[in-house]
């Protein structure tokens, strides 16, 4: 342990860290720009300075490690003065575009100039200018004149997706950011650039010009397009998602996540979406209330349940939905019904895991919550039925009704599998959009999609995280977890959650693993199960 | 004529080949080194001699050596520094083209002292005649058993390869030296770790200037006494001067240490072309501190130098007259230091073309007041502030250009002219 004063401020810390992992803990805040903690150190950019007792020049923090008894000013008259300086060397060649940048709002060069720069710049000579806009890659766009050339872009294609596409050509104040020729930025992990990029030089062709970033709400939630599981902050605005983007977990993600679950939300905003529950009537689907639709599947329900006996019922569950909505499935077939057919559907993979240098991995497995789904579908004591075997016995006619929870209208079903799906005297589908499930349903309830929806899942790792709502569900959409309590209760269930939470709090006191998670505590980084 | 070192066989016809060179000492210090000294002994005597770094900083070349660590598990590398480029030098140039074998004569003593099997030279892009040569050179010393496997019978090897630079100033600068040998952009590293340590592909490395391992075999051959002979108590050894700029003689001059810049100038350069006026002298390559022609009176050596506020850097020794606008000659500087300044770290990226674009205006008559002013608060915010000392190298000349000539800079903004009667025909004579 170092001994250690930050502006006065004493405090114990670990040898061998760095000033600004010890100004962190202390909770003093040192400008810069080129460190990021999962780089390597290239102390360049000079932002972050400071004034050490004893050492003649100012020291980058970044890079200086900690020595017992180390006095460090980071406000001292010298750093003042040298941060303004340096701020004004940053703008000199800077276009000043705020008012048309995407980054303006949380741009760090934009908060170091007003927190200590100077209002005034002392630059009156021409500057540098370059093409305005290049396209590297798919999703990114690259603004040459913003760039401070701390080179976080260029670490990151090196040391994290191992891809190298980044480079600085020439020299002096004639550097610029470039692809190498014949090369572009599409790697899997290239939209990270975006937010590594402290200025508005990376810039996001999805989100480009989409909205001031202070109009945007933000919520935390989980990446639903592999069973990774990367935590995200949905930012939304006028209920509609403008962009996502990572949260720091060292635990899933790091401070990463991959360009199919950044940019592959759109199926949220599909025009398609279902709004109200449907009913066949002949080849067409009806919309009907939802009162109508319980009653309409409480009485299938049970005149197949009277007609050919509890076990004719079969039910469901999906990877792709949350442990709360998979395990209301449960409730409603083994407890209210009394069936013990509850299955789950696994797509097949397509596809082998991703794994880059800095051990980054997407996941082969494309479902959110098969860990999830399969714990919740695990009866203690009782071998589960498989889909293909709920299949077999529709086919043979021992089932008779399918409750299905779908959550992937991308799903493709082998035709003979949807031959089958056919033969079922009563289909219900849950789905948030038409699909070659919805296709063949008597009955289809509307749910949500990731955006709308609150509960869990739990990732590859066992770490069950939390979803929180961004979006305001489309028409009369609702949950699965509040559909499936409602029937529940039609066909006599005593069934009453008023919550996700309630739910959780169930599932840690029945499935093992669970045991000791609460809702709350899962908090935003996730836990792992037992 | 006093006696010389490194160019005392520099008019031998036909010095650069083997046999020639054989027949001057030529590789006796090789023998010697390996036949009769440890490794350590090497370190020891060069440390005796006094030997400092020639390629500008001066830093004690026998105790550079001594901090490569003993035990590393990794392979020592050996790199000679030819990447001679700043403006006003060209001794290494000379010392490679025409004595080549010296060069590597030094360079075989150092890496066996320091327990080197493979060094390198980084050659200069643009020299193509001293490539040449030292390629010729370093085929002939692996054929006569200077270099390769077991040399001279005595157990150790070594092998010399010859990397020809990738054109920039900054690639001089020894860490990024260091990145432009492993094929990435000459950008200086982060220090510490210094080259020692961890350098070439993470071994420690030793750095030295052509003209620094040039000494070594005659510091050998001779003894750390002799060598101590020449020039002044800390600044041992004889001293290659580049005199170049407005003089009737310029030219690589071997002087010892310590000589007075005023008798470099007169008694050797042969005085002022057309018995001009005297004006400004910079003394060490044009990142040192200018002299006024008041401040002449001094000893040719890194102590004396230094006291005066300047450097004695690289040696090259640059002389102005009185035609020379010392605005114009402070935006030629400046241009150099922008356009060659890497770039990866802001105050000499940013602050070191801003100054070239002020210089320029002032020289062009639109200089305003505050300028100056302006220049010096920028030198203050590049000052001991950038990753490596090119920015410090760049604001030198500024800084002393204002100080000691700030009339003349006054006299543009307030005229709106340049009053200086230019003579800028020197650029014609080749």
């Known amino acids: 342990m170092a001994k250690i004063k930050i502006d006065g401020k004493e405090l114990q810390v670990l040898d061998g860290i760095t000033i600004l992992e010890a100004s962190d803990i202390a909770g003093i805040e040192i400008p810069h720009f080129c460190y990021h903690k999962e780089l390597s150190i290239r102390g360049s950019c000079r932002m972050c300075l400071v004034e050490v007792e004893k050492m003649p020049k100012l020291v980058p923090a970044c890079s200086t490690t900690v020595k017992d008894g180390m006095n460090i000013f980071t406000r001292s008259e010298k750093v003042v003065k040298y941060r303004k300086g340096v701020l004004e060397f940053f703008l000199i060649d800077h276009p000043l575009d705020c008012p048309i940048c995407d980054q303006a709002g949380e741009c760090t060069l934009q908060d170091y100039v007003y927190n200590y720069g100077s209002a005034v710049s002392r630059f009156t000579e021409e500057k540098e200018h370059f093409q305005r806009r290049k396209e590297f890659g798919p999703h990114v766009l690259h603004y040459t004149e913003r760039c401070i050339l701390c080179g976080r872009c260029i670490r990151f294609c090196e040391e994290i997706s191992g891809t190298r596409e980044l480079a600085i050509f020439n020299r002096g104040v004639r550097c610029e950011i470039d692809v190498f020729p014949g090369k572009r930025l599409d790697n899997k992990l290239s939209g990270n650039v975006v937010d590594l990029c402290p200025v508005g030089a990376m810039i996001s062709k999805e989100f480009l010009f989409k909205s001031r970033v202070w109009w945007l709400s933000r919520t935390e939630s989980i990446c639903p397009i592999c069973s990774r599981g990367c935590n995200i902050e949905i930012d939304s605005r006028d209920n509609k998602i403008l962009r996502v983007r990572p949260r720091p977990n060292p635990e899933v993600n790091s401070y990463w996540m991959c360009d199919d679950g950044r940019f592959g939300w759109d199926f949220v905003h599909r025009e398609d979406r279902l709004t109200s529950p449907l009913e066949r009537e002949g080849g067409e689907m009806v919309p009907i209330s939802w009162a109508q639709a319980i009653r309409l599947v409480k009485e299938r329900l049970s005149q197949i349940i009277s007609n050919f006996g509890k076990e004719a019922v079969a039910a469901i569950a999906s990877p792709y939905l949350p442990n709360e909505d998979n395990y209301l499935l449960r409730v409603l077939l083994h407890s209210v019904i009394g069936s013990p057919h509850l299955a789950l559907y696994q797509p097949p993979q397509v596809g082998e895991r991703m794994v880059f240098p800095s051990g980054f991995t997407i996941e082969a497995d494309k479902t959110p919550n098969l860990s999830g789904a399969r714990d919740m579908t695990t009866t203690e004591g009782k071998e589960p039925i498989s889909y293909r075997e709920v299949l077999r016995r529709v086919a043979s006619g021992e089932i008779r009704a399918l409750y299905f929870l779908g959550g992937a209208p991308k799903i493709s079903l082998p035709v003979e599998e949807r031959e089958t799906l056919k033969k079922a005297d009563f289909l219900v589908v849950h789905d948030y959009a038409p699909s070659e499930l919805t296709e063949w349903a008597e009955v289809v309830l509307p749910s949500l999609t990731f955006a709308e929806r609150e509960g869990t899942f739990t990732n590859f790792q066992g770490r069950a995280q939390q979803l929180k709502p961004a979006l305001l569900p489309p028409g009369e959409a609702k949950p699965d977890w509040e559909i499936l309590q409602e029937i529940g209760r039609a066909m006599g269930g005593e069934v009453s959650y008023p919550s996700v939470e309630k739910v959780f709090e169930e599932v840690a006191g029945t499935i093992s693993g669970y045991k000791g998670l609460s809702y709350k505590g899962l908090g935003s980084q996730g836990k792992a199960k037992g | ?430």
């Not at chain 2, 040399?151 to 020809?164: A, E, K, R, T």
């Not at chain 2, 850097?313 to 356009?339: K, P």
């Not at chain 2, 801003?354 to 220049?375: A, C, F, N, P, T």
Request: with cysteine; proline share 5%; net charge neutral.
């Open chain 2, 1 to 430: 004529m006093e006696e010389k070192i490194l160019l005392k066989y520099i008019d031998i016809p036909d010095i650069q080949k083997m046999e020639v060179y054989q027949k001057h000492d030529g590789y006796q210090a090789v023998a010697k080194a390996l036949g009769e000294h440890k490794p350590g002994d090497i370190i020891e005597l060069v440390k005796t001699s006094g030997l400092r770094g020639r390629g500008g900083a001066g830093f004690p070349a026998g105790l550079k050596w001594s901090f490569v660590p003993k035990d590393s598990d990794k392979p020592v590398y050996l790199c000679c520094n030819a990447d001679e480029g700043e403006p006003g030098t060209f001794k290494d140039h000379l010392l490679m083209e025409k004595n080549p074998h010296q060069l590597i004569e030094g360079i075989i003593i150092s890496a066996y002292a320091v327990n080197c099997h493979q060094a390198y030279i980084y050659i200069r892009g643009e020299f193509y005649q001293p490539r040449k040569v030292l390629e010729q050179a370093i085929k002939e010393a692996y054929e006569h058993n200077y270099l390769g496997k077991d040399i001279l019978g005595q157990g150790f090897h070594l092998d010399l390869s010859l990397h020809v630079g990738a054109g920039s100033y900054i690639a001089g600068e020894e860490t990024g030296l260091l990145e432009s040998l492993e094929g990435k952009r000459a950008e200086p590293r982060l220090k510490p770790p210094f080259p020692a340590a961890v350098g070439l592909f993470k071994g420690p490395t030793v750095i030295n200037n052509v003209e620094t391992l040039s000494n070594v075999p005659h510091i050998i051959l001779r003894g750390p006494e002799w060598f101590k002979g020449f020039g002044t108590e800390k600044s041992t050894g004889t001293k290659l001067f580049g005199l170049s700029g407005h003089i009737n003689k310029p030219g690589v001059y071997e002087l010892p240490m310590g000589i007075l810049l005023k008798e470099l100038i007169y008694q050797y350069g042969g005085g002022i072309i057309g018995g001009r006026k005297l004006k400004a002298v910079i003394p060490g390559g044009s990142s040192t501190p200018v002299l006024t022609a008041d401040e002449i009176d001094v000893a040719m050596d890194f102590e004396s130098l230094q006291a005066a506020g300047t450097m004695l850097g690289s040696a090259g020794v640059i002389v102005m007259d009185e035609t020379t606008c010392m605005v114009d000659a402070l935006a030629n500087l400046t241009r150099f230091y922008a356009h060659e300044s890497c770039g990866q770290c802001t105050p000499c990226r940013e602050g070191v073309s801003w100054m070239e674009k002020i210089v320029r205006r002032i020289e062009q008559g639109k200089g305003r007041k505050g300028d100056l002013e302006l220049l010096l608060d920028i030198c203050d915010n590049i000052s001991f502030k950038t990753l490596c000392p090119m920015g410090d190298a760049a604001l030198g000349p500024v800084v002393s250009f204002i100080t000691k000539f700030r009339s003349e800079f006054e006299d543009h903004i307030v005229q709106g002219r340049c009053p200086i009667k230019k003579d800028k025909s020197i650029k014609g004579r080749g």
